[in-house]
């Protein structure tokens, strides 16, 4: 099976000032593009052509660096985009219920996962996941995610934020937090809530 790459949902410059034109689009035509590609590539001729990406990361150390890496990048790219928006919502239901018992409140939640992201060192990603019917937070290295079977803390991502310098660097620079406290301005937390109500 070839994974294709999925259009953005919104213009490049849809998410600005907080997210920059050109960041998107460098990070989603350059960056997840060549990932698809590699993707693509590597499982040519391997039993990892026939699977899901979700079945590739599951079983993601029995697999060579190429495919683990490109399987990994693609799945978070793909959802990364999912819980971005122009026009932002806010936790509601049954998510802003599970974020109130497990961080007290949005702005808990926010703190906590702001300070993974930036204890994070080096290339990776925080993650929000959902644990044994639970609410965590986690963070993983490189393109790795909690779906992976090498993860340090597995559960199901209902929200992914990308903290490589690709996602960040041409406005921020240097300044990942100021990043992270922006970037909450543009969270589709209707989209967060679907997932949780899924892998629930
Ligand atoms: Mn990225």
Request: charge should be negative; avoid cysteine; glycine fraction near 6%.
């Amino acid at each position: 099976m070839s994974h294709l790459h999925p259009a953005l949902p919104y213009a490049y410059n849809a998410l600005e000032p907080h997210i920059d034109a050109q960041t998107m689009e460098f990070h989603h035509q350059k960056h997840h593009g060549s990932a698809v590609d590699t993707l693509n590539k590597s499982i040519a001729g391997t039993d990892a052509e026939h699977k899901t990406v979700e079945a590739i990361l599951a079983i993601a150390s029995t697999y060579p660096a190429a495919i683990r890496n490109s399987a990994g990048s693609h799945y978070n790219h793909s959802s990364f985009w999912q819980v971005l928006t122009p026009t932002p919502t806010q936790p509601a239901g049954a998510l802003a219920a599970a974020i109130e018992d497990s961080f007290g409140s949005l702005d808990g939640l926010k703190e906590k996962m702001n300070a993974a992201g930036i204890a994070r060192f080096g290339s990776g990603w925080v993650w929000l996941i959902v644990k044994d019917g639970k609410l965590e937070i986690t963070s993983s290295a490189n393109q790795d995610n909690p779906l992976m079977d090498t993860a340090e803390v597995r559960g199901t991502p209902i929200l992914g934020i990308d903290i490589w310098e690709h996602a960040y660097y041409l406005k921020y620079q240097n300044r990942r937090p100021e990043y992270l406290t922006n970037i909450w301005n543009v969270i589709n937390w209707d989209e967060v809530g679907r997932r949780y109500e899924a892998a629930m």
